[in-house]
């Protein structure tokens, strides 16, 4: 079963546009990360969120945590063609023994269009 | 800056052969996650290694099996390959535990 769930599963702006993915889990987690996947390729690490902090920023991209709701935000502002892909969250659940590994949610399909 | 490498890139095999997946790690990280993605599916993690052991195990076909080596490199053994093997498959490494994963270009496997 899914731990994530990630809403909308796609969004197409335009360029210039904000985006705002949201993403939503289950358990405790010891952090959250958010990745981007272009078409069939390798997942690039976008920035990692940790379960005491609630906004975070890299660039053009803000991620916001709420460990009592379980969700988690990426915005990423005035969008650029290039930013098309796929945008997946990532939890890397507490407790257990687990050792790190991640449960992806289902990703948003971002278009931008120029 | 060195990144995380696999090989190969492609790979092609009929059903009921086997397949070996290789997972390079940035250098220092001693920590190797392997993830399989279907298509239009999200990753899903397979097994992890940190230090050479085994450390947690997922949704991995018993026909799967894999070890992490002296050097850190990893490698997947995939046996009696069914269609439905076919998917992208990732490795990730990492030094220690939860820390952002980097992320391998990824072997795409097609089963016939």
């Known amino acids: 079963s899914q731990q994530g769930e990630e809403d909308p599963q796609a969004l197409s702006i335009q360029e210039g546009e904000n985006a705002t993915m949201n993403c939503s889990y289950k358990?405790?987690?010891?952090?959250l990360q958010w990745y981007r996947q272009n078409s069939g390729r390798g997942l690039v690490h976008l920035i990692l969120?940790?379960?005491?902090?609630r906004e975070k920023h890299s660039g053009r991209l803000r991620v916001t945590l709420d460990t009592s709701k379980k969700s988690s935000s990426l915005l990423i502002t005035a969008s650029r063609a290039a930013d098309t892909a796929s945008y997946f969250c990532?939890?890397?659940?507490?407790?257990?023994?687990?050792?790190?590994?991640?449960?992806f949610g289902q990703g948003t399909i971002l278009t931008v269009h120029p | 800056a060195a990144g995380v490498i696999q090989s190969p890139r492609h790979l092609i095999k009929e059903k009921r052969e086997t397949a070996t997946l290789k997972c390079y790690p940035i250098?220092?990280?001693?920590?190797v996650y392997w993830y399989q993605q279907g298509p239009g599916q999200d990753p899903q993690f397979l097994i992890s290694?940190?230090?050479?052991?085994?450390?947690d195990k997922g949704s991995i076909p018993d026909r799967f099996s894999a070890q992490q080596f002296s050097d850190y490199h990893s490698e997947l053994n995939m046996s009696s390959l069914e269609l439905g093997d076919s998917a992208l498959y990732f490795c990730?490494?990492?030094?220690?535990?939860?820390?952002?994963?980097?992320f391998g270009p990824g072997t795409r496997l097609t089963v016939l």
């Open positions: 990532a939890t890397d659940d507490a407790g257990g023994t687990s050792y790190g590994k991640l449960t």
């Open positions: 358990t405790s987690i010891n952090n």
């Open positions: 969120i940790r379960s005491n902090e």
């Open positions: 250098p220092r990280h001693d920590t």
């Open positions: 290694f940190y230090e050479k052991m085994q450390s």
């Open positions: 990730a490494t990492t030094l220690g535990s939860y820390n952002e994963q980097f």
